[in-house]
């Protein structure tokens, strides 16, 4: 009888036993899958992170890209534009050039040409002052005689005892001979001197350069650079 009981004592512990290493192993198996779940979870996590720092650094490089290509495209049409208005006034340039050499070379209709200057020679007489006058409103001034073959030139062109740029302008107690762009007069053999203080504008007559009073009427030559 005692067996019996010892017996059946026995064989419910080790069904108990067996039940509970069940369930032992069972919260095991739960609490490894449990740990690997959360660590894929971290994982995944990981892997999310570093794919949107990837991400957030391919659109940073994007912007970047994209930002030079704006700014190299901007710079090639502003570059584009420069050489434009660069072969636009090369081009008005030569139209301006090709109108001068129709205008005689760059002299205006009326004018006439000699070397590098123009050349105007009037046809009714005016005081010294006025004929000065009338060239700066021509944008010239009165012809300034730089040598003999210059001279030759104008006689050529029809002008006879015209004023010419000279004239006594005051300076202290003296009255040098100056040009109207005030350089002096340098070759004092080619004018005609006079005492008198009143006559301090020269004209060219067909052999020297003759002081006159300034209110007399005469011809006069206006003098300028040509166009091109």
């Not at 005689?145 to 740029?165: H, K, M, P, T, Y």
């Amino acid at each position: 009888m005692a067996d019996y009981i010892n017996s059946q004592v026995t064989g419910e512990r080790s069904s108990l036993e067996k039940r509970e290493n069940v369930h032992s192993g069972g919260s095991k198996v739960y609490r490894v899958v449990g740990v690997s779940f959360g660590l894929l979870c971290i994982i995944q996590s990981a892997l999310n992170i570093s794919l949107r720092l990837q991400q957030s650094g391919f659109c940073n490089k994007s912007d970047q890209i994209r930002d030079n290509e704006m700014l190299k495209d901007q710079l090639r049409r502003q570059q584009d534009q420069i050489t434009e208005l660069q072969t636009e006034r090369e081009r008005m340039i030569m139209r301006l050039c090709k109108m001068a050499e129709k205008k005689k070379q760059g002299c205006p209709r009326g004018w006439q040409l000699y070397m590098s200057s123009c050349y105007y020679v009037s046809t009714v007489k005016e005081t010294w002052e006025n004929a000065q006058n009338d060239c700066v409103a021509k944008e010239a001034h009165l012809v300034i005689l730089n040598d003999r073959r210059e001279e030759d030139a104008l006689r050529a062109f029809g002008s006879q005892d015209s004023w010419i740029g000279l004239s006594r302008q005051r300076n202290g107690r003296s009255y040098p001979l100056r040009w109207v762009d005030g350089s002096p007069l340098t070759n004092i053999d080619r004018i005609q001197q006079s005492v008198d203080r009143h006559v301090t504008c020269a004209y060219a007559n067909a052999k020297k350069w003759v002081l006159s009073n300034c209110g007399e009427q005469r011809y006069w030559v206006c003098e300028k650079k040509r166009l091109c």
